[in-house]
T-cell receptor, first 115, second 115 residues
Framework: GENVEQHPSTLSVQEGDSAVIKCTYS??????FPWYKQELGKRPQLIID?????GEKKDQRIAVTLNKTAKHFSLHITETQPEDSAVYFC??????????????FGKGTLLTVNP | KAGVTQTPRYLIKTRGQQVTLSCSPI?????VSWYQQTPGQGLQFLFE???????NKGNFPGRFSGRQFSNSRSEMNVSTLELGDSALYLC??????????????FGPGTRLTVL
């Protein structure tokens, strides 16, 4: 089955700095890569996702890059703010064509943005 | 639209008992997935249901089971509870249509404590 490695497990940055979280996966057939943010005591919420036919996607201060050859993808948050503090999870779905909904998650990164 | 709802939100059981958790998806969403979240193992996929049929299953013992009703509401059952079953159980619903990537929307979770 799919194996997803996420690094780092904790990340502390100063407000205004950038944060980068990286994930690697094992199944080369995987083609959908979402990122979720989970604040303490709350449900995971999708913040950005990317498909395998796209190398990069950006949404305001967050961006995701995908390298299918190397089987890794990364989350980039620029101009971090204290409200960005949360646990971030990467995930991989082996089939985005509508017949499988079986996300494999990384172990999460606790991001702390210090004011 | 109302979001994904889960009941109950908190549950305390003792070893050997069984428990049933309920998930109501977003209106129109026909796929419901279940995940177990623990500090040690992170988010792990349990199973996914679509049109009252289990389409995908994770690596959990047979004590974990589920079903889906004709209105897409889903239940999961855990029999013969063990201490290690203490976790946050999350369900997620998705709109299903072919050829498109479908975001999974998570519910708030049911916090199960096994004593």
């Amino acid at each position: 089955g799919e194996n997803v490695e996420q690094h780092p497990s904790t990340l502390s940055v100063q407000e205004g700095d950038s944060a980068v979280i990286k994930c690697t996966y094992s199944d080369s057939a995987s083609n959908y890569f979402p990122w979720y943010k989970q604040e303490l005591g709350k449900r995971p919420q999708l913040i950005i996702d990317i498909r395998s036919n796209v190398g990069e996607k950006k949404d305001q201060r967050i961006a995701v890059t995908l390298n299918k050859t190397a089987k890794h993808f990364s989350l980039h948050i620029t101009e971090t703010q204290p409200e960005d503090s949360a646990v971030y999870f990467c995930a991989v779905d082996p089939n985005s064509g509508g017949s499988n909904y079986k996300l494999t998650f990384g172990k999460g990164t606790l991001l702390t943005v210090n004011p | 639209k109302a979001g994904v709802t889960q009941t109950p939100r908190y549950l305390i059981k003792t070893r050997g008992q069984q428990v049933t958790l309920s998930c109501s998806p977003i209106s129109g969403h026909r796929s419901v997935s279940w995940y177990q979240q623990t500090p040690g193992q992170g988010l792990q996929f349990l199973f996914e249901y679509f049109s009252e049929t289990q389409r995908n299953k994770g690596n959990f013992p047979g004590r974990f089971s589920g079903r889906q009703f004709s209105n897409s509401r889903s239940e999961m059952n855990v029999s013969t509870l063990e201490l290690g079953d203490s976790a946050l159980y999350l369900c997620a619903s998705s709109l299903v249509f072919s050829g498109a990537v479908n975001e999974q929307f998570f519910g708030p979770g049911t916090r199960l404590t096994v004593l």
